[in-house]
């Protein structure tokens, strides 16, 4: 039996894309994938558990492990830290388990920097015809806002080329169905399970 | 809506590990998959069709063919030639259909050569238990005989290193689930899709 590492999935795309409605229903049929807890400095609330919903730091212990590089990626909010813990990650990875991280853009960003080894999977809006309408129609506006429409939309498309997969949110069910080939076949890529192979062999054959 | 170009993907593996039941398991799921028509230089035979089962030519045509490199793979079999038509492949792709093709080693190798942006697949045998209890049971028989082994499976690890993925083939069911990830995920790999997207921007956007 080929013991493998885990693989770190991560989930991302421009806000009101619907990252959180596929995450949701990915959950929903694997039960294998580990969904990623974030490191909060924000105040545990009733009903929440340390390690669960998420792991409670204070400002000062956070601020340490920025400097230490222990967040693969971290973002402040209205006054508090949010951020995923390269450790928890880490581990949960060593232990064979795939991680998954939904996120937006840039966080998506820093992890490619600090974690390339991911796999990065683009969540595109529902209909490039919408985006495309949104944009042309607003040719009855002033012609800057169109240019910076379309300026933002090439933006957005930057941005894509920094991921493994686009995978299209037109439909949820079609979207989970391609997230999960993704995870799957990620799992056979040469690469990964040559490796494994080669080293078994070598083992057992000297 | 996207237009996008077929993909061509080559099943292959060692005799005897189960390609064809893999193929056939997959064509009865999948009906969008369009299994690669060979050309031989064989009789017709009674209740064969060309263009259905093969592709019939004379052994001059074929000759031919193999001078003006048409063939992304030949091979002589028993008198006669057998190969895989480029235009038939890339007329299919062009029409946006993938094309499936099951092969031997030597002649996916072959396929790279000619075709290295298909998506090589390398089905393993069952059981890598077995293929390390083979070899080592040997070990009672002399130790010659052990090394030719060994050899034949490291020939076989290395050819593996061709491919893009490996899918264990110890429940037909598992393996043909595998490969359907595979070819639905290739369609989400970014720089298919991408450039697609951006060309549809483009043309839209100026």
Chains 1, 2 share one sequence.
Do not use: W
């Not at 590492?5 to 959180?20: A, R, T």
């Not at 990623?36 to 340490?64: A, L, N």
């Not at 693969?72 to 991680?99: C, F, I, Q, W």
């Not at 995870?183 to 062999?201: D, F, G, M, P």
């Amino acid at each position: 039996m080929i013991k493998e590492k885990g693989i770190l999935f991560v989930l991302s795309g421009p806000s009101g894309v619907g990252k959180g409605t596929v995450r949701k229903a990915l959950f929903e049929k694997d039960t294998e994938l580990k969904y990623s807890i974030s490191m909060t400095t924000r105040p545990i609330r009733s009903g929440e558990q340390e390690g669960m919903d998420y792991f409670y730091r204070s400002k000062q212990e956070f601020e340490q492990m920025i400097r230490n590089n222990k967040l693969l990626e971290y973002a402040e909010y209205v006054g508090n830290y949010y951020g995923t813990p390269r450790d928890y990650v880490e581990e949960t990875l060593e232990s064979g388990k795939d991680v998954f991280l939904e996120i937006e853009v840039q966080g998506a960003l820093q992890v490619k920097e600090n974690f390339p080894e991911g796999v990065f999977i683009f969540l595109f809006p529902p209909s490039l015809d919408e985006l495309k309408n949104r944009i042309i129609n607003r040719g009855t506006e002033t012609e800057d806002l169109v240019r910076n429409r379309l300026l933002a939309a090439k933006e957005e498309i930057e941005m894509m080329d920094a991921y493994d997969y686009v995978v299209v949110n037109d439909e949820v069910e079609t979207a989970v169905k391609k997230v999960q080939s993704i995870v799957r076949s990620e799992h056979c890529k040469r690469e990964r399970v040559a490796k494994q192979y080669k080293k078994i062999l070598e083992a057992e054959l000297g």
